[in-house]
């Protein structure tokens, strides 16, 4: 299951849900697999429908991009990630601006298999276009996706290896509900209000 949203007038949004969908229809009509694995796609992400979904799950993955979060991590605690500073996400979009990425050859062959058409006919040459080239306006891969890519893999792979001892897996679910605590909605707010509103707390009598 995948879920997000995004803002009408982001063309880029509408592709990644398309593509999604597109993935959905190759896989789930394929024999051969769909009765092992199922693709869906879940409109309108937000807490409520995380709070049925997530528990139901054994792996659930928030995945933010450069820049916009602090952290991303697939849950039971196997983070990835090569941009999660944001004094290396500025380094290196600068080095994508100079020609100096070197893309992960997995990351080209998925970008080239997509535009065989393989997913349907929509045209999803402005998305990959989106992260290609080196600097411009939609062009250079701001949000770093590029690069996060072999680790991301990477990850999935932790993951797969994980998931087959069940035992190491029950106590990685157990330790990371345990350590939940941490994204608590007071903490997140009080370290928003210090670190990026720079607000003060504003006592009820």
């Known amino acids: 299951m995948i879920g997000g949203k995004g803002i009408a007038a982001n063309t880029n949004t509408k592709s990644i849900i398309q593509l999604v969908n597109g993935v ?35 792996l659930s ?20 990630s090569l941009v999660q ?5 500025s380094r290196l979009r600068k080095e994508r ?16 298999f997509i535009r065989t058409g393989a997913f349907g006919s929509y045209n999803y040459s402005p998305l ?34 994980a998931y087959k001892d069940r035992k190491r897996w029950i106590k990685m679910s157990i330790l990371s509900t345990a350590g939940s605590g941490k994204f608590s909605s007071d903490r997140t707010v009080t370290q928003y209000a210090e670190e990026i509103w720079n607000i003060k707390d504003c006592f009820v009598p």
């Open 24 to 58: 959905g229809a190759v896989v789930n009509n394929d024999p051969e697999v769909n009765s092992y694995l199922k693709v869906v796609f879940v409109p309108n992400y937000n807490v409520s429908v995380a709070e049925m979904l997530i528990p139901g799950t054994d």
């Open 128 to 161: 990959l276009e989106s992260i290609e080239g080196n600097s411009g306006y939609c062009l250079g891969d701001y949000f770093l996706v590029g690069h996060d890519f072999p680790s991301y893999m990477e990850a999935q792979a932790r993951v797969d290896e």
């Open 61 to 80: 993955q928030h995945i933010s991009t450069a820049g916009m979060e602090a952290r991303r991590k697939l849950e039971r605690k196997i983070s990835f």
């Open 97 to 112: 601006e100079n020609g100096q990425f070197k893309p992960d050859p997995q990351f080209e062959e998925a970008k080239k």
């Open 85 to 89: 500073q944001q004094m290396k996400v």
